[in-house]
């Protein structure tokens, strides 16, 4: 015997939704257009996370998070396969459940038009307030146009973790511009000496880092003013430039609270503060431990936290 769930009032009708897993909300939600639109007035707004993956076995697959959960899969196949459940989003979806993993997954052939309709249709039910990225791949083409329309839907963006290589240059101008809304920016492997990129202004970020940092100017290091927290691996930066960045920041130090640098140069700590009102406030050596204190109507500390590495901190 079935039951009316969509009979329900609105309140009953909340209570049980509130039990239901994502998988469960999803199949009821394709049974008709009125249980689709009673039930995702019932959903809560959630934050999700979009992993690209390698996967021996299967490829490239997409992975839906919210969480530390996974709710959904997207496979990349390049050879068809034949289906015999189907789920019905805006047009027929293969669909797929995993029992062992708790999962539903799909199989495409192309990974943006599956993205896309699919993101939709959960940004409908599940009024997806804020998306996180983490690419695990060696190359990052296919998550860049995936963050391109979660941008052009307007959704917040949350952490973007780059775990490998960037492929090329054009590639990684798309990367930064498409994570300058985000809160949290980490990229790991990024080759390209000679490669630039004028637009660090529009970053707001809490943290922002790039392990290999080798590329980038004193001029880009200093448009990042309105991050928190700040860092960078490999520079070439010296002493003075070190000073030129502290003198930009003393001046106008926007929203920075931290900044670390990893130089591949020597630096003396006594040239990075040259010309500022600092005092030496824990002595050490030239390797670890030494701190000076700027005084003014921003005070900033200068630390050597270990060889080349600088840390240079806002202070109350």
């Not at 999803?26 to 639109?37: E, I, K, M, N």
């Not at 290589?165 to 990684?172: D, F, I, K, T």
Request: glycine share 4%; proline share 3%; with cysteine.
């Amino acid at each position: 015997m079935s039951f009316p769930l969509l009979r329900l009032p609105c309140l009953a009708l909340e209570v049980i939704i509130k039990f239901c897993d994502h998988e469960e909300i999803l199949f009821l939600v394709q049974t008709s257009q009125r249980a689709r639109r009673l039930i995702s007035r019932h959903t809560k707004s959630h934050s999700i996370e979009i992993t690209v993956t390698n996967n021996n076995n299967n490829g490239s697959y997409v992975g839906i998070f919210h969480g530390d959960r996974e709710f959904f899969r997207i496979y990349i196949k390049t050879q068809g396969e034949n289906f015999h459940e189907f789920w019905r989003f805006k047009t027929l979806v293969p669909v797929l459940p995993d029992y062992q993993k708790n999962l539903l997954f799909s199989r495409w052939t192309q990974i943006e038009q599956a993205f896309q309709e699919i993101l939709d249709f959960l940004n409908e039910i599940f009024r997806i307030k804020e998306v996180s990225f983490k690419n695990n791949v060696k190359f990052s083409c296919r998550l860049v146009p995936i963050a391109e329309h979660v941008v052009s839907k307007n959704l917040k963006i949350g952490s973007v973790d780059w775990q490998n290589s960037v492929g090329y240059e054009p590639m990684a101008e798309r990367i930064l511009m498409v994570s300058k809304g985000a809160t949290n920016f980490k990229l790991e492997k990024f080759n390209f000496f000679s490669f630039r990129f004028y637009h660090f202004h529009l970053f707001k970020m809490d943290r922002f880092e790039i392990e290999h940092a080798e590329w980038m100017t004193v001029d880009q290091v200093i448009a990042l003013w309105n991050c928190k927290q700040i860092r960078l691996g490999d520079v070439w930066f010296d002493s003075k430039d070190i000073n030129t960045i502290l003198w930009e920041y003393i001046e106008d130090p926007g929203e920075l609270l931290e900044l670390r640098l990893t130089s591949r140069n020597d630096i003396r700590i006594e040239d990075v503060v040259t010309g500022l009102n600092a005092v030496e406030v824990h002595e050490g050596n030239h390797w670890k431990g030494r701190k000076f204190r700027i005084t003014g109507q921003i005070r900033f500390s200068v630390t050597v936290v270990w060889g080349d590495n600088i840390v240079i901190t806002r202070e109350p």
